[in-house]
């Protein structure tokens, strides 16, 4: 089992920053992806960022160019860091753990831009 933790999100008004942090714990593998997905009231959730073990990172094209996904593995921690946020990018922030026959979600974190 792998246990996810999300923290970070907030209040911020349009063109400010926020950073997001998932802390994982459990039995992690040396293979495994991680990545941030995001959900918005009334649709679907959508992929934002991901960052394999290797380091190789994925970005929605919604946020290139303004979001940077990271990962810290001696903290088994993944961030995002949101710059130059739009009311558009208001959601419900879920963090995401793959590997071969696993799945893992952590239970999120609010993001609101809004002036």
């Known amino acids: 089992q792998v246990q996810l933790v999300e923290s970070g999100g907030g209040l911020v008004q349009p063109g400010g920053s926020l950073r997001l942090s998932c802390a994982a714990s459990?039995?992690?593998?040396?293979?495994?992806?991680l990545a941030w997905y995001r959900q918005a009231p009334g649709k679907q959730r959508d992929f934002v960022a991901s960052?394999?073990?290797?380091?190789?990172?994925t970005y929605a094209d919604s946020v290139k160019g303004r979001f940077t996904i990271s990962r810290d593995n001696a903290k088994n921690t993944m961030y995002l860091q949101m710059n130059s946020l739009k009311p558009e990018d208001t959601a419900v922030y879920y963090c995401?753990?793959?590997?071969?026959?696993?799945?893992?979600w952590g239970q999120g974190t609010q993001v609101t831009v809004s002036s």
């Open positions: 960052i394999i073990s290797d380091g190789r990172t």
């Open positions: 459990g039995s992690i593998s040396s293979i495994h992806l």
């Open positions: 995401n753990y793959k590997s071969p026959g696993n799945d893992y």
